[in-house]
T-cell receptor, first 112, second 115 residues
Framework: GNSVTQMEGPVTLSEEAFLTINCTYT??????LFWYVQYPGEGLQLLLK?????DKGSNKGFEATYRKETTSFHLEKGSVQVSDSAVYFC???????????FGQGTTLQVKP | NAGVTQTPKFQVLKTGQSMTLQCAQD?????MSWYRQDPGMGLRLIHY???????DQGEVPNGYNVSRSTTEDFPLRLLSAAPSQTSVYFC??????????????FGPGTRLLVL
């Protein structure tokens, strides 16, 4: 079946450091891939998405590229800020049921 | 637009009690769903609905019931609460269920503690 695996956290970085959060997936067909972010005490909100191979999603300085050959969708940011501290979820959606399959989430803490 | 709203924000139940978690959206979305979030497990799908009058089970449906009488509302019912149902519950909606690329919009969550 479909599944998503994320690197385990927590990830602790200093402000302005480079961020990578790894995400790999298993899916039949051609899924859409998403990164959702959950700030403390809030619900999830979409950070970025990519709907076909080689697409790059980007938003707020974050980016991720849909790599079908390595079944990956790693999240990157060149210079993190304290305000980026949150839990990041990689997810996929396949077929026509609207179901999202989530990874376990990665907690990012950015220190000043 | 209020987006997706959930009530209550926090609830404490005793084992065996029943309750309904409310979810509403004002975006005229076809698709609505309920997830539970547990530490280290991400979010898991409980039930979903592709339109008024149509519901289906997700990954972890046991102990939960849903109905969809209107496009706007999608309540989640716990008939007899158990400590294993202690979790944070999120409702989500999206525009077009037939397109897997659609963004889902999440509510703020309901934190449930079952003693």
């Amino acid at each position: 079946g479909n599944s998503v695996t994320q690197m385990e956290g927590p990830v602790t970085l200093s402000e302005e450091a480079f961020l990578t959060i790894n995400c790999t997936y298993t899916a039949t067909g051609y899924p859409s891939l998403f990164w959702y972010v959950q700030y403390p005490g809030e619900g999830l909100q979409l950070l970025l998405k990519a709907t076909k191979a080689d697409d790059k999603g980007s938003n707020k300085g974050f980016e991720a590229t849909y790599r079908k050959e390595t079944t990956s969708f790693h999240l990157e940011k060149g210079s993190v800020q304290v305000s980026d501290s949150a839990v990041y979820f990689c997810a996929l959606s396949a077929g026509n049921t609207g179901k999202l399959i989530f990874g376990q989430g990665t907690t990012l803490q950015v220190k000043p | 637009n209020a987006g997706v709203t959930q009530t209550p924000k926090f609830q404490v139940l005793k084992t065996g009690q029943s309750m309904t978690l409310q979810c509403a959206q004002d975006m005229n979305h076809e698709y609505m769903s309920w997830y539970r979030q547990d530490p280290g497990m991400g979010l898991r799908l409980i039930h979903y609905s592709v339109g008024a009058g149509i519901t289906d089970q997700g990954e972890v449906p046991n102990g939960y019931n849903v109905s969809r009488s209107t496009t706007e509302d999608f309540p989640l019912r716990l008939l007899s609460a158990a400590p294993s149902q202690t979790s944070v519950y999120f409702c989500a909606s999206s525009q077009d269920v037939a397109r897997s690329r659609e963004t889902q919009y999440f509510g703020p969550g309901t934190r449930l503690l079952v003693l």
